[in-house]
Every structure is written in structure tokens, then in C-alpha cells.
């Protein structure tokens, strides 16, 4: 084990944790000091809102704080029942079902829905949860290009005949890049298929789409199954996966995540109704973080970074090599800015990254005093 650590640590590949001494919101204290926080998935800034709080205080004090069981045994609770209606509800869909996690969700949705006969697409920048998924499931899994729908069509074409199901899978907003997947095009070749279409709106519930209801309901796409998580813009714990009675039911009976798993805290879930109805009516919350947004990737290419191709709140800074990425996000703590270098196995080798992202609580002043922290690291490295 040790020897493992130091090959970690040869390649520039050991990560350790750095413990935040305040709560999330634009600012953090690090060592008992302020530094401006620009890496978490706290979109909206809900993470540490008192009306969540206080939710989440009432539901401990009506509900307790542990579920008991599984979902299956005891554990299902009237407040996990309310926001499983609240979730379908805000994306549409007829039915949904609360994971504990994202990753729990889609390992557990994606193994329940296909299995050894079954064929699978999968976007080759797909979450590690979906990919974790796709073999658990033991479906026969084919890789398309990013973003590549034409990709995805040659490929069904190819292989559609052999098996029994079919399901494309794909992030809606691609976590490390921040582009968005090509829906209207995917739910084309599902359609001309026979195969159904699961999109995870991890990093588009609450930021994109009317009222945040995510990437399809913007794009006017009907996926089969939606997976949408609690603990980015709704500022929780936990995810979503939401469709019709038959896809939800099949999940709860089959998804060993959910099966074998005890329930959410019912406090947390108690919160889920407010989260998403506070996320509904954020209008003025998206605007501000799309113009954070605006402001770092304009900012970051003036510096003559490069900066990738989306235009979502995930502002992507390439720096290639492990060492250099990891080298830039100390210089920049230094400098009073918590950024954390992406490097391997997260992203492909060779696109070691910063992954800046604002949240809808930083003060203008937040970002400029940040993009002056770059310039002075990329001015002395
Ligand atoms: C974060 C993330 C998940 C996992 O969600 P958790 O609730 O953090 O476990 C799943 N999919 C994508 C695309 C993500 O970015």
C-alpha cells in the first residue's frame, strides 16, 4: 500500500483532502485564513441556506435523523414519498425514486435497466457513475465520440440487431468540461431504434431550463429516465432518477444501490419540496451565475488560457500535465483562490485541468479579486 501511495505520488496523481473551516459559500477559511472558493457544484448557493437549514432542522425534530432501513424494509418514510413527488414534478416525469447519492443512483439505474442481452451507448466523457453503471449492468457497452450523436447513430446501426434492449446514456452538462450533450440528436436515434434515452442532469437541475427544471425540459427533449442530484444546485444530499410507473418501479425492485442501501436521512428529504421550490423561482440566482460565468471565461482567455468550449457555469481551464495543474492550484491557494486541479482518472491523461466554477453568492469583487489571483500566477508560475 505504501508503495502504491509514492506511485501515486511519483506521477503527481496523490490527492489529499483539504478541510474547509466554515460552512459552503463564495468565501472559505482554509488554515485561518479567507480564500475565495471556486470549485464547488453549489450552483444556486443553497448549500448553506438558512430556509434549508431550518428545514432540515424541523424535519430532524418531527422525523429523527436516521431512516432505519433499506427503502424496501422500513425505511420509506412520508417524507421520502413527498419528495419523490416534488422531484418528479419539477422535471415532469410521472414517477421518481430518492437515491442516497448520484453515483448510488446511476450504478443502481443503469444495472436495473439493461442487463447481459442488452446494449448500451455511452458517451466517452460520461460520469465515473455512469461507466460504474454500465458494468455492473453487463450489458455489452459501445463508447461514442463526445457529443458525437452521428457517432451514436453508426453505432446502433452496427449493433442495434444483436441484443434485446437498447439505452444511450449520457451526462446532460458534462461535469469536467461543461459543454452540453447533443439531446434533440441522441433522442433521434433512440427513437429510430427502439432504445430508451437516460440523460443525467447532475449539473443542470436547478441551473438550466425553465424554472431549473434542467438541460432537456430547455431543449424541449422527453428523455425515458432523468437523474437528477440533491447535492449541487439544490444544496442536499442525495439524487433523483425519474420517469414512467414501469421504469421507477423496475428501479426500486431492481437497483442493488436502492435495495441494499438504507434510506436518506428523512430530515434531508423532509427538505427536498423547499429546495426544489426555492430552485423554481431562482431566476435572478441563474442570471447572476451565468454572468459570473461570462465574467471568469472572458477574464481566464484575456490571460491567454485556454478555456474549454461550453458556456455553463463549469469554466474548464486546460493545463495538460498532472504536476502543472497541481502546481497552478497551490500557487493560486497561495494567493488567496481555492481552485482543485483535475487530473487523472477524472479527466482523459494529458487534460489535467483547473474546473473553476462560481456560485450564484459571489459578489462581483469575488470574481475579479480571483481573476486578479490568476493573472499573478500566470505572470509568476
Ligand atoms: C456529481 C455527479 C454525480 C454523482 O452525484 P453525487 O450525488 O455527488 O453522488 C453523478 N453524475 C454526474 C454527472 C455528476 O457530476
Known amino acids: 500500500m505504501e508503495r ?21 459559500g463564495p468565501l472559505a477559511i482554509i488554515d485561518a485564513r479567507e480564500v475565495v ?58 414517477a421518481a425514486l430518492i437515491f442516497s447519492s448520484g453515483y448510488a443512483a446511476n450504478v443502481g439505474t443503469v444495472q436495473a435497466l439493461v442487463g447481459p442481452r442488452d446494449l448500451v451507448l455511452s458517451d466517452a466523457l460520461n460520469h465515473a457513475s455512469l461507466i460504474d453503471g454500465c458494468r455492473l449492468s453487463r450489458a455489452t457497452v459501445k463508447v461514442f465520440r463526445h457529443g458525437d450523436a452521428a457517432h451514436a447513430a453508426a453505432l446502433m446501426a452496427e449493433h442495434r440487431g444483436s441484443y434485446a434492449r437498447a439505452l444511450v446514456v449520457t451526462d446532460a452538462i458534462f461535469s469536467m468540461d461543461g459543454d452540453h450533450a447533443p439531446l434533440p440528436g441522441l433522442r433521434e436515434v ?81 427538505a427536498v419540496p423547499l429546495a426544489l421550490a426555492i430552485a423554481r423561482e431562482a431566476e435572478d440566482r441563474r442570471a447572476r451565475l451565468r454572468e459570473h460565468a461570462r465574467r471568469l471565461r472572458q477574464g481566464l482567455s484575456d490571460l491567454g488560457l485556454t478555456i474549454g468550449a461550453g458556456s455553463s457555469a463549469i469554466v474548464p481551464v486546460q493545463l495538460g500535465q498532472p504536476a502543472t495543474a497541481a502546481r497552478f492550484s497551490a500557487r493560486l491557494l497561495e494567493e488567496g483562490v481555492l481552485v482543485q486541479a483535475i487530473r487523472p482518472p477524472t479527466v482523459p491523461p494529458g487534460t489535467s485541468r483547473l474546473r473553476v466554477v462560481p456560485t450564484a453568492r459571489h459578489e462581483t469583487e469575488h470574481i475579479d479579486r480571483a481573476l486578479s489571483a490568476f493573472a499573478r500566477v500566470v505572470g509568476r508560475p
Not at 428545514?55 to 424494509?73: N, Q
Request: charged share 20%; proline share 4%.
Open 4 to 24: 502504491a501511495l509514492q506511485a501515486l505520488s511519483d506521477v503527481d496523481l496523490l490527492r489529499e483532502p483539504r478541510t474547509i473551516e466554515s460552512a459552503q
Open 37 to 94: 472558493l471556486l470549485c464547488s457544484n453549489d450552483y444556486l448557493g443553497l448549500a448553506s441556506d438558512p430556509r434549508l437549514a431550518d428545514a432540515i432542522r424541523i424535519g430532524a425534530a418531527r422525523w429523527g435523523g436516521g431512516a432505519g432501513a433499506s427503502r424496501l424494509i422500513s425505511g420509506t418514510m412520508a417524507p421520502h414519498r413527498l419528495a419523490e413527488r416534488a422531484a418528479a414534478e419539477h422535471v415532469g416525469a410521472a
Open 190 to 270: 433512440c427513437d429510430r431504434w427502439d432504445a430508451g434515452l437516460l440523460v443525467d442532469e447532475a449539473h443542470a437541475i436547478g441551473v438550466t431550463g425553465p424554472h431549473g427544471a434542467g438541460l432537456c425540459a430547455e431543449l424541449g427533449v422527453r428523455p425515458d429516465v432523468w437523474i437528477g442530484t440533491l447535492g449541487k444546485a439544490l444544496g442536499l444530499a442525495g439524487a433523483f432518477v425519474a420517469g414512467s410507473d414501469a421504469i421507477v418501479s423496475l428501479v426500486y425492485n431492481r437497483a442493488r444501490s436502492f435495495v441494499f442501501s438504507t434510506a436518506i436521512s428523512p430530515a434531508i428529504a423532509a
